[in-house]
């Protein structure tokens, strides 16, 4: 069983960066691919971005690309989601969750392929 603590949300002006960070504890985190989905209200839950087990692969969702970053370190057993250039349709709630893949190389998008999910923090942006 793993559990995934999110911090790193909060209120900031539009064109402006927040870093959020998923820790991760329980389990192997090597051999989960890891991403980052958001809810904004009235929403579905959609990816924002992902990772594979090792970090090699990465992917993002059309919106957010060249402005969101996803790493990961799995020394530290953390993902971390650099997002720069904010606007005020990124305001949701923010999640990280765990896929327990087979596969080294592939991240997934859909939100019924993960298996583990932190509790999110909210991110804000006002215009």
């Known amino acids: 069983q793993v559990q995934l603590l999110e911090s790193g949300g909060g209120l900031v002006q539009a064109g402006g960066s927040l870093r959020l960070s998923c820790a991760a504890s329980?389990?192997?985190?090597?051999?989960?691919?890891m991403g980052w989905f958001r809810q904004a209200p009235g929403k579905e839950r959609e990816f924002v971005a992902g990772?594979?087990?090792?970090?090699?692969?990465?992917s993002y969702v059309d919106s957010v690309k060249g402005r969101f970053t996803i790493s990961r370190d799995n020394v530290k057993n953390t993902v971390y989601l650099q997002m720069n250039s904010l606007k005020p349709e990124d305001t949701a709630v923010y999640y990280c969750?765990?896929?327990?893949?087979?596969?080294?190389?592939?991240?997934?998008?859909?939100?019924?392929?993960?298996?583990?999910w932190g509790q999110g923090t909210q991110v804000t942006v006002s215009s």
């Open positions: 329980g389990g192997t985190f090597s051999s989960y691919a």
């Open positions: 969750a765990a896929d327990r893949t087979p596969y080294a190389i592939v991240v997934r998008t859909s939100p019924l392929q993960y298996d583990y």
């Open positions: 990772t594979s087990r090792s970090g090699g692969i990465t």
